[in-house]
C-alpha cells in the first residue's frame, strides 16, 4: 500500500478447477492481481500455465470455483458480454504474431478498433510515434524481422487501451537482443497507461523483471 491508498483487486480467482476426462489441469488456482501489477508465470510444459491464462483471458471455461474480473462474476456473464469484455478489456499476446499478411501494419494494428467500432486512431498512431516506430506503419508483415512483427502485435494488442493484457511466451521465437526490446516496449506501455500484466515464459530474465512470479506445477502454485 503506497500513499494510504488501497489496491484494488482487477483479477480474482477462487478455488478454480479444470478437470477433462476427471484429470485436473488446474487444481485449486486461488489469485488475486492488483491493478497495474505485472505478473510472471513459470513452470515447465504441461504445468497449466497457458491453461490458466486462456481461462483468465475468458477464452476457456473452468471447471468449478469462481473467476472475477473487474468486480463482475465470470458465472454471471454471458457469452455475448465475455465476447464484449475480451474485446474491450483485455489484449492478448502469443508468442506466433498472428499478423494478418494482406494487411499493412497500420491496417493490422488498427483492426481492433474497426472491430470495436472505437475511435483511438489518432491516440495510437501518435504512440506509435513517440515509439520511434512510424516508419514500420506502411510496410507488409512479410518485410519485417521476427522482432519487428512482434512488437507490432503489442501494438495491435494495446490498441483499446485495455487494463488487462495477457501475453503468452512474446519472446519465445526471438534472440535476446529482441527478446530485451519486445519487454522494453512492453513495460514501457504497461507503465504508461497502468495496464495489469500477466504473462507466461520460459525466461527467468523476463520474470525477474515483474512485480511477482508465480511458480505452476502439475496444475497447481507452488512455492
Known sequence: MKNGKKKSVIIEAKNLYKTI?????????????????????VGESGAGKTTLLQILGLLDQFSSGELVLKDTSMACMRDVEKTHMRLNHIGFVYQQHHLI????????????????????????LSLVQTLGLCDLL??????????????????????????????????????????????????????????????????????????????????????
Open 101 to 124: 499478411e494482406e494487411l499493412t501494419v497500420k491496417e493490422n494494428i488498427l483492426l481492433p478498433l474497426f472491430i470495436a467500432k472505437k475511435d483511438h486512431e489518432d491516440k495510437i
Open 138 to 223: 506502411h510496410r507488409m508483415p512479410h518485410t519485417l524481422s521476427g522482432g519487428e512483427k512482434q512488437r507490432v502485435s503489442i501494438l495491435r494488442a494495446i490498441a483499446n487501451f485495455p487494463e488487462i493484457i495477457l501475453a503468452d511466451e512474446p519472446t519465445g521465437n526471438l534472440d535476446s537482443a529482441n527478446a530485451t526490446l519486445t519487454m522494453d516496449l512492453f513495460l514501457k506501455l504497461a507503465r504508461l497507461y497502468k495496464m495489469t500484466l500477466i504473462i507466461v515464459t520460459h525466461n527467468l530474465d523476463i520474470a525477474h523483471r515483474m512485480d511477482r512470479i508465480i511458480k505452476m506445477k502439475d496444475g497447481a502454485f507452488v512455492e
Open 21 to 41: 476426462q476427471d484429470v485436473d489441469i488446474l487444481k485449486n488456482i486461488n489469485l488475486q492481481v492488483y491493478t497495474g501489477e505485472k505478473i510472471a508465470l
